[in-house]
């Protein structure tokens, strides 16, 4: 475990993806994918797994004639085989008794053979995500390097290379021995506190009431409630929202479940100002608010998802005192935002009926009826489309049945997945999750993942006392009322292993007193696999440093795994609270990521003792950024960064080529010595592919200061003295 303090050692250099693999055919993608893993056997299978398959019972869609059934091609003899109907598709499944994580599949294929194939698993031999697949299978004798978990694993056949079906000597599993533990329960029921409501239920006011009095101003308290509400109508409700708090339908579209009344955020236990109203969330709901306009005055790590405002939204608090930035996805306002006070907010891929006022950063992706790009004033920056999204998965009622809906991805987005029709995506039936409640081990959590479960986390706070694994393709990872994962005795909290498609979402990382390397792992070091077509989403997962009580980590966030979306994280090293100070909550970089193709939406990244976010990967891309420096940087040496001042809020390393940034701002609030400088906020490679746009630096209140704003380019903070006054850059270069 390095010290605390001392930066991790950069990742050793690995061939960069070209972007050839942008834009040549997924043809040729899929051919050079079976080349390498044909010929490029895993540490894992140099170890000597376990032939898995052999002798178990195995099924077929379809059998040749009597002499090739499907036995022959598991019973370990090269003289025998099983052999398909002549059609597409075709399939053949192995039952291996019980799940067993897999290293391994050996195809050896008769001259009648696949072109196009996938290898698939599956816990339950009825739902199944892919392990490997290809268009240009060669024949022969196959190799297929894979990872996973499963008790099923089929090849499935979708155009044969010759006239005849398909026709396999051997197919072959290969891996480590099940576990010998006890089968973890799917499914079951969501803890005493998450409050299912239906219009029936009496007394709905009065619990909202009674848990927004404990949860108002209990910033760092352990209370965690989620309030899920049946498809209806529910008249006269005001939900007042405190910290720790999640909102939201039970309808697969937020007009399922409609409130003749108003889900509020203000701010009146801390004054009139909302600049520390964090970690809260409304999901899938339809308001038609009493007084035509809903009030919803928060700051970081809140989100508003997947909701329709039947009238305005108010984004600012009562009195309309400070506010400092916030979140919107997949919604449609009727009316107009007022944004007010808000000095940064990021909406996208929704539908507004107008925005009223910027104050320094106000920016909009795929967004109908999002202002035009003003920047630098009014301050606006608007992108059309969203170049990849895919919204967060949610829980819903299937009739009586719970599910969660993991919705699609998305190319060039705009507007919301739902106004339209049904939206695509998939359901996924609570019994293939285990539902974790506060006292679950890591290891349990584990077994589970390994055993082919999903993970839904109700609300509560986990300790783990090693890393919670998540090393199968298409894992969701499902937090309820911001449950929070506090790892002890420095260890990472979650690792997610290299495959695709695994999506994190709404739950809270809280560093320990004990120094862990990093908090949260997407991907290990090294990754190199091309997830386009199904990328890892971390979606409303924030990071603690500090705050409710000491906590340190060197570096908050890795990503290694290429193609990744940051979809909406605050990753925080705290300036109040309880185990604050310079070295008492020590926590050097926020955000580092070193795979290829990673996207941001919605960044926010705050107070790290040296760099906040760092960027090694090629085409990185970030859509909307708030920063704030470290407040207690005891003088100017402690942040002296060899010969420049201060570390830059967001850089881009030098080996970078490509790299492109919209709306992005850092602030400077030096509150120990006033006197510090910063050379720049932000410091990247001056190259034709690095690209930004709509940037700004601020000294809030004269409280230290900006020489530039990126790299030497950018108006010094210094003339404007305590006003507060934005120094800003169009474009870069």
Request: aromatic residues 10%; hydrophobic residues 35%.
């Amino acid at each position: 475990m390095p010290a605390v303090g001392t930066p991790l050692a950069r990742p050793p250099h690995r061939p960069p993806r070209t972007t050839l693999r942008r834009t040549l055919a997924g043809v040729l993608t899929g051919a050079m994918t079976a080349v390498l893993l044909a010929l490029a056997p895993s540490p894992e299978a140099e170890a000597a797994p376990t032939l898995l398959s052999q002798g178990k019972p195995v099924t077929a869609s379809s059998q040749e004639h009597v002499g090739t059934p499907a036995a022959d091609a598991v019973d370990g003899n090269n003289g025998t085989r099983w052999s398909s109907a002549a059609s597409d598709p075709q399939w053949l499944r192995v039952d291996l008794g019980t799940a067993a994580p897999l290293s391994q599949v050996v195809l050896r294929w008769e001259a009648a053979y696949a072109k196009s194939y996938r290898i698939e698993l599956s816990a339950n031999g009825t739902d199944w995500t892919t392990a490997y697949s290809t268009t240009t299978g060669a024949g022969g004798t196959e190799t297929l390097n894979i990872s996973g978990t499963a008790r099923y694993v089929r090849m499935l056949g979708l155009t044969r290379a010759t006239g005849y079906g398909y026709s396999l000597y051997e197919f072959q599993v290969f891996g480590g021995e099940g576990g010998t533990g006890p089968t973890l329960p799917g499914g079951g029921d969501l803890g005493p506190n998450v409050h299912v409501m239906d219009p029936s239920t009496p007394g709905i006011q009065a619990k909202l009431d009674q848990v927004f009095k404990e949860q108002e101003s209990a910033q760092f308290g352990t209370g965690r409630h989620a309030f899920l509400f049946k498809p209806g109508t529910y008249n006269g409700l005001n939900a007042q929202i405190g910290f720790y708090t999640q909102i939201a339908g039970l309808g697969l579209k937020p007009d399922d479940t409609t409130f003749n009344g108003d889900v509020t955020v203000d701010a009146g236990w801390f004054n009139g100002n909302a600049t520390q109203n964090f970690w809260r969330s409304a999901e899938n709901l339809a308001l038609n608010p009493v007084s035509g306009t809903n009030r919803w005055a928060v700051s970081q790590a809140a989100s508003f998802r997947r909701m329709h405002v039947k009238g305005g939204l108010n984004l600012a608090p009562n009195g309309y005192g400070w506010a400092s930035g916030g979140y919107i996805a997949d919604s449609k306002v009727d009316g107009q935002v007022g944004n007010y006070s808000q000095q940064q907010w990021y909406t996208r891929d929704s539908s507004i009926g107008g925005w009223s006022n910027s104050v320094w950063n106000q920016v909009f992706s795929g967004t109908e009826g999002a202002p035009a790009t003003g920047f630098p004033e009014p301050r606006y920056t608007t992108l059309n489309n969203t170049p990849i999204s895919r919204e967060k998965p949610f829980l819903y009622l299937d009739g009586n049945e719970y599910k969660v809906f993991a919705p699609a991805k998305r190319t060039n987005a705009r507007g919301t997945t739902w106004a339209n029709g049904t939206p695509a995506g998939t359901s996924v039936p609570l019994s293939q999750f285990y539902v974790v409640k506060p006292g679950t081990s890591a290891a349990t959590m584990n077994a589970a993942v390994a055993q082919g479960l999903h993970l839904l986390f109700t609300p509560g706070i986990y300790h783990v006392d090693r890393p919670i694994e998540i090393n199968r393709a298409n894992t969701i990872v499902l937090g309820l009322g911001l449950a929070t994962i506090i790892p002890d005795n420095g260890v990472t909290a979650m690792k997610v292993a290299d495959v695709d498609g695994v999506r994190l979402a709404g739950f809270l990382i809280d560093a320990g007193p004990v120094n862990s390397p990093t908090l949260l792992e997407v991907g290990p070091q090294g990754s190199a696999t091309d997830h386009a077509a199904n990328p890892t989403t971390v979606q409303d997962v924030y990071i603690r440093i500090g705050g409710a009580g000491p906590g340190k980590a060197t570096t908050s966030m890795v990503v290694n795994s290429d193609d990744a979306i940051i979809d909406h994280t605050w990753i925080w090293r705290a300036d109040h609270g309880a185990g604050v100070g310079w070295e008492t909550n020590r926590a050097d970089y926020g955000l580092r990521v070193n795979g290829d193709d990673v996207l941001a939406t919605g960044l926010f990244v705050e107070h790290f003792n040296k760099y906040d976010v760092e960027w090694y990967g090629e085409r990185g891309r970030t859509i909307f950024y708030q920063n704030e420096k470290a407040y207690d940087a005891p003088n100017q040496a402690a942040i002296q960064n060899g010969a420049t001042k201060g570390y830059a809020s967001y850089r881009v390393d030098d080996s970078v080529n490509t790299h492109e940034g919209w709306g992005l701002g850092s602030y400077c609030n030096y509150n120990v010595d006033p006197n510090i400088r910063q050379d720049h906020g932000f410091k990247v490679p001056v190259k034709p592919g690095v690209k930004f746009h709509s940037l700004l630096v601020v000294s809030l209140g004269g409280m230290g200061h900006y020489n530039h704003v990126i790299n030497d380019t950018g108006a010094s903070t210094v003339p404007s003295g305590t006003s507060t006054v934005p120094s800003t850059v169009t474009s870069f270069p």
